[in-house]
């Protein structure tokens, strides 16, 4: 059972930057699709950002190009820039054998960590 974890968040003002990292319980990840999401209070959980098993492919919420970077070695990594009070959210990491799934859904074949809370004061 793949188990995740992420880290990194906190409180930071806007304009600021954090670094989100996710760790995983097994030996590898190469082989899944790696992807963060988040949830605002009394908001759905949205797709932030995602990279493909080789790191080839990526994709980004339209909302977070060009502030935000997603990378990944046997971790997986959320670099935060330029960060707005609409960035507060609970962060969360998620992998999938499947890309297109963690950009689009269905997410029945994902797995998830338990969260790391972002904060943006004004």
């Known amino acids: 059972q793949l188990q995740l974890v992420e880290s990194g968040g906190g409180l930071v003002q806007a304009g600021g930057s954090l670094r989100l990292s996710c760790a995983a319980s097994v030996r590898s990840i190469s082989s899944y699709a790696m992807g963060w999401f988040r949830q605002a209070p009394g908001k759905e959980r949205e797709f932030v950002a995602s990279?493909?098993?080789?790191?080839g492919t990526i994709y980004y919420n339209e909302s977070v190009k060009g502030r935000f970077t997603i990378s990944r070695d046997n971790a997986v990594y959320l670099l935060m820039n330029s960060l707005t009070p609409e960035d507060t959210a609970v962060y969360y990491c998620a992998a999938s054998k499947t890309h297109l799934h963690l950009r689009d859904g269905p997410y029945d074949d994902a797995y998830w960590g338990q969260g790391t809370q972002v904060t943006v004061s004004s």
């Open positions: 990279i493909s098993w080789r790191g």
